[in-house]
């Protein structure tokens, strides 16, 4: 299996003691999901404070599937595209997931999340 880190991160997936299982280093290539933000002009949080909403757009950078390969991303884009997909991963940094060093700084997940069809076994 080809698996292919799109995101601009080095992807350690770690044992609870530290044990590096797999290490995928970025590939150079950045899977990334557009930003579309919209000024809501003044509200009553503070009057030089401004307040937009964001919504996702068009997922860009992110191959065609191919035979035998996963492409790792992040969340926003496994999210955005996974519906369509059944060939997506990304690290798990919830609280379950993350590990983290002593300054709390996320150096490796425990498990990877599946983004894509509902069941993705035969």
């Known amino acids: 299996m080809n698996i292919i ?6 992807i350690n997936v770690v044992k609870d003691d ?3 299982i797999a290490s995928f280093p970025p590939s150079g290539a950045v899977a990334r999901v557009d930003t579309i933000t919209d ?3 003044p509200l009553n ?3 030089d404070i401004p307040v937009v909403v964001q919504s996702f757009g068009a997922v860009k950078g992110l ?17 955005a595209a996974g519906q369509d997909r059944d060939d997506l991963l990304g690290p798990d940094t919830s609280p379950a997931g ?4 002593a300054d709390g700084r996320i150096i490796g997940t425990r498990r990877l999340v599946y983004y894509g ?3 993705p076994r035969p």
Do not use: E, F, K, W
């Open 117 to 119: 069809r509902v069941n």
């Open 18 to 20: 530290g044990t590096i």
């Open 63 to 79: 191959p065609d599937p191919q035979p035998d390969t996963i492409y790792l991303v992040s969340m926003v884009v496994g999210q």
């Open 5 to 10: 880190n799109l995101t601009p991160h080095a």
């Open 98 to 101: 993350a590990v983290r060093d």
């Open 39 to 41: 000024d809501l002009g």
């Open 45 to 47: 949080v503070h009057p």
